[in-house]
């Protein structure tokens, strides 16, 4: 495979989006796996995969698709050649080139000469390199809906970092234009393909703690830059190879400041979500599972140490109410980051912990408590000798064969897999709520029809954002 590169300029972004618009609206996309009528990649084939975003977590879903042997990455895309990652949970380097040179290395000794094509600009990469079947998106969080819809129009299966988008708004475009194109989707919660997610539904759902209304669930992630506490950073050069221009994206430009790249922007409300848009679709999603907990009716939030204008709190504390559910009562519920936690449920002994490394959850029940390790871990009775006692249910829910192999083998035709976008798009929604909420200082009263937060109009604004000239979603409507 010859490589090719972008200078990010070779394609005009309105042509792009106005070639895929027609494209969508004619019917003439014909990937390689559709050639047969399926929509989908034969079970004996390798899914040729594009990585979108090339930073740390693109480099742990390569090396989580390494595992298998049916996933063969054949591009890249990333306006970032090089990132250095040290300082931060990741270590070592990533970005374009390097995950190119880490791929070619590893199918060097099946295919000697083995080539990735590498490109600065997505939308490039997707109208040059026919043969991709699916695309991986780990971008910053303020692209993936503009990856994840232009891919999707364009037939590509589409497996996307949590959360799902940037806002409310984008989250029920990405859903429906998934529900659409009939592709096969996934969103990187992968503790929800554990078996202790299940776990957890069956024994609350076997009455193990018998009604539950109230819910905690918390992260002790905080922001990432401990330089900058508010304000939009001074301007620094540019380094080299890194376009700046493509990694802001839909946004509006802005000075370069290296506080933004790499993973520090999660603490910039334009391109990221903050703690608990990091953390909330892995520790919220048992509770949406089990207790069905779709549409809050009510969201507030109070930020540590005050709300800037352009960069998140340091923590943050959000309520949501839910209104009861068939024969589930109203729940209330609440999460924590930057250190906050819930207060320690009276009669635990000492080896009664809550959740685990700094995330979890816990259920309060009428008959008892119930708390998982973060990324919806296995599930514990407390105080520990009411777990003891405790039988278990037998199994009921169908276990998972691993987060990217089930959307793997829905890309190969199989089942759905089971945090694909229609269920991503409202785990994510849940948590973006409570970033508006936020961003807001006041309590939401939440239309969920009607997208709407009915006594607070300001909230429009982030519910929907805007997008730059050429960067808008290619919704096809």
């Not at 990187?188 to 703690?209: F, K, L, M, V």
């Not at 301007?235 to 890194?242: A, D, F, T, W, Y």
């Not at 943050?316 to 449920?345: N, S």
Request: with cysteine; net charge neutral; charged share 20%.
């Amino acid at each position: 495979m010859k490589q090719q590169t972008s200078t990010g300029k070779d394609v005009s972004r309105r042509r792009f989006i106005g070639n895929t618009a027609a494209a969508v609206a004619g019917f003439t996309f014909v990937p390689r796996h559709v050639l047969g009528g399926s929509g989908h990649v034969p079970p004996s084939d390798k899914v040729n995969i594009a990585i979108i975003g090339c930073g740390g977590q693109g480099r742990t879903n390569l090396r989580s698709l390494n595992r298998y042997p049916d996933a063969q990455v054949i591009a890249l895309a990333d306006p970032a050649e090089s990132l250095n990652l040290d300082g931060f949970y990741y270590k070592g380097t990533a970005g374009r080139l390097s995950l190119k040179a880490e791929i070619e290395n590893r199918y060097a000794a099946a295919t000697p000469g083995y080539k990735v094509a590498d490109y600065e600009d997505f939308r490039v990469m997707l109208e040059k390199e026919k043969a991709i079947d699916a695309i991986l998106c780990t971008t910053p969080d303020h692209a993936h809906a503009v990856v994840c819809v232009t891919a999707m129009r364009l037939g590509k299966h589409v497996y996307c970092e949590k959360p799902l988008t940037h806002n409310v708004w984008e989250a029920r475009q990405v859903a429906r234009v998934a529900k659409e194109t009939g592709v096969a989707t996934q969103m990187g919660n992968q503790g929800h393909s554990g078996d202790g997610i299940r776990q957890t539904c069956e024994w609350i759902w076997d009455g193990a703690i018998g009604d539950v209304r109230e819910v905690h669930a918390w992260t002790g992630a905080t922001r990432w830059s401990k330089k900058y506490t508010g304000g939009v950073p001074p301007e620094e050069p540019v380094p080299q190879g890194l376009n700046w221009d493509l990694w802001l994206g839909p946004r509006e430009p802005r000075p370069y400041n290296s506080v933004y790249v790499p993973v520090s922007w999660r603490d910039f409300w334009d391109f990221g979500t903050a703690p608990i848009g990091d953390f909330f679709c892995h520790n919220f999603d048992p509770a949406l599972w089990a207790l069905d907990l779709r549409e809050p009716v009510s969201i507030e939030a109070h930020g540590a140490g005050g709300v800037d204008s352009y960069m998140a709190p340091v923590g943050g504390l959000y309520t949501y109410h839910f209104a009861p559910r068939g024969k589930m009562p109203a729940v209330k519920f609440t999460w924590y980051d930057g250190g906050l936690m819930p207060a320690r449920p009276e009669g635990l002994g000492e080896s009664d912990q809550l959740g685990a490394g700094g995330n979890g959850i816990l259920f309060v029940g009428d008959k008892g408590l119930l708390t998982c390790p973060g990324w919806a871990g296995p599930p514990r009775l407390l105080p520990a000798s009411r777990d003891a006692e405790y039988k278990r249910p037998p199994e009921t829910l169908p276990r998972s064969n691993g987060h990217h192999r089930d959307w793997l083998d829905a890309c190969k035709g199989g089942k759905p897999a089971s945090a694909n976008f229609e269920y991503g798009a409202v785990l994510t929604e849940i948590g973006l709520l409570g970033l508006v909420a936020m961003r807001v200082q006041k309590v939401m009263d939440w239309d969920a029809k009607a997208m709407k937060a009915t006594n607070v109009p300001e909230a429009d604004q982030y519910l929907k954002e805007t997008y730059r000239p050429g960067w808008e979603l290619p919704l096809g409507v």
